[in-house]
């Protein structure tokens, strides 16, 4: 007979999900109720405007797709894109990859505008692509790269898209609640992001959001959405306004009373105060790592706070690190994906996990285990620049 | 200010969601852990144990996918059928329309073969349908039609597929865990279900299983799936065999701990015996309903139940029943779907809420209130039917 699963107490700080507030965990297990229900219904109008208030957005279509931040992705590419569309791509590291196997999958031509990882996406290279094809409708790319860490000017790129008639769709699925994004005042046409990195909640759903030029395209569509699940056609008449709403799926009712909870709270925090909290706990981890002779793969310019991409010292074995720190710390950093696997550590300080607690956590472990496998480290020094840091 | 969500306790006797379990409420809440890590791992593969055993079979490719059952039902169609196939849908009820629309948007044909809503599928019909289609490749249907509370013959259907080398994907959404379902010994090449029905779980997930034929159809295919998401060649890297997983997307994980819960319940249960709970409840709801005078669409034949339909008495408003019995007793029944919107309510008992204290509740509850509302019932009668069932 198999027994009931009962896991760790773990320190998330990975590339996510990231360490969920205990808040949500509780708003989570309250009664299920159904997903027509009118208390259900008003709730999910106040999850809209949460919703908009977090992406800072007047979009009325303004909601979380019951699925993963892959799906999510997905919901933006299948409306917004048809079968022979051209679509411009500009890829900084693994997430890029995925939107091209997107737009590819919708029968559409991805235009692929490679920048090295690690590295923002740059405006003039876009530029050049939308040139070169005139016959593109939409330009894609990743507010925050999860895979490197790095940051990209999002209204520059969104300001060439829309001079050359193109709608937007952004990645946002590490930005959203961490670091500044205005989807209204750069001019982002479709964003998705995740539940479990910024806004502290458990995984399992994608909060998306469409400006009006994005529903009129999707609205006007030639073809039918390619999946059933997804298309936002149906979905509107369930998350659509009034009372009345049509059955399209059982929505994730649970997972949603935590969805809530988490944006109750950045709403309480405020979220210019969510980001400068961000900003602060990186300064001292910052310090930290470096003290203990890491160094940041990503320029400070284009650096995200959540999201610490430092490289593995030589000869320091990745998963054996990884490994102590989970066993004996309960507390879980990321390995790199991609070509950056086994080079860098992805250190996550996301949401509620971004606390002055867990980064003197972090760097004291890292520090000891580093000492442990035969690294040449000052813990105690680096323990000092971190405290010292906070004190600025 | 939007201040935390407070649902009230319900009692969830629609066609779902139904009651859950505390215990599974209890679980969801424990503490997040990473997609990766080892211990969560671990439970991933108790998970496709516990799945092969709710579903009797023994395919490898058992696992919860991370969205409703609505996207379980897209998973098989966009796995399985590739563009310019021909498919054989047997429709009694709105489930089987669904399918249609997710045939027709993999580029595929759809071949319809009715029949009356309330109704078993009729095996002679989609055996005329098969002779006249060879070109066919894949037959789908219901096992158990949650628009009507209808049960159909899988083991002939799939039978007869079989003998003209057709896959069978089938729809056991409200099936699974609440009437006898056998996926190997049926002949089941591709199942989907959801945890929000008999599992007595939040909703959120669909569990989903593939036979080998169906794996190598997946594996052979001439095209990429057309959902990036819902690829299961690349699922199969995330719940694949072994402790080494490919990062896919990241895993709803509290979700994952309920639905593990619920399975865990259902086997410490029995299967067999929670099919003969289901069934002691449902006679002591039928005569309860039948001695307040309302009559079942289904007949007792293929009448499934943990899903009572049965037909409002004329002259009965619809809405305003079902909004007293929410407001008064916090009791959930549903309305009908599609053509039946009106004219039925469909009484859930469901996992957890297939319980004699519910029966009870809600035969009291509906005498109660079709009195209020100028219906000539005789409650008293009613509940002396329902008490007398239990005693049999």
Redesign the interface.
Known sequence: ??????????T?M?P??S??NP?I???????????L????VQ?MD?MK??LQYAFQTKNELTIPV??????G??TCFVNLVEAGDTVIICQNGVFGG?MK??V???GAIAIMVEDEWGKACDPAKLEAALKAHPEATTVAFVHAETSTGATTDVKAMCDLAHAHDCLTIVDAVTSLGGTELRVDAWGIDAIYS?T?KCLSC???LSPVSFSPASVERIQNRKT??????LDLNLVMGYWGKGAKRA?????????L??L??S??LL??EGLENAWARHAKNHNALKAGLEALGLSFIVDEAVRLPQLNSVTIPEGVDDAQVRGIL?NDYNL?IGGG?GVMAGKVWRIGLMGYASRQDNVLKCVSALGEVLGRVGANVDTKKAMAATIAAYGE
Chains 1, 2 share one sequence.
């Open positions: 007979m198999t027994s009931s699963f009962h896991p760790p107490q773990r998330l990975g996510g999900p360490d969920v808040r965990l509780e708003a989570m297990a309250r009664p299920t109720i159904g997903h229900d009118p208390l259900f709730m106040e405007s949460l019951s699925a993963p931040g892959s799906a992705m997905e995925r196997e997107n590819e999958r919708c995740g479990q458990t995984p399992g039918k959405v390619q999946s059933w699940f059955y399209h799926h059982t929505a994730p009712i649970n997972s009373y935590a809530h909870e944006l109750v709403q309480n989970l879980e994906l």
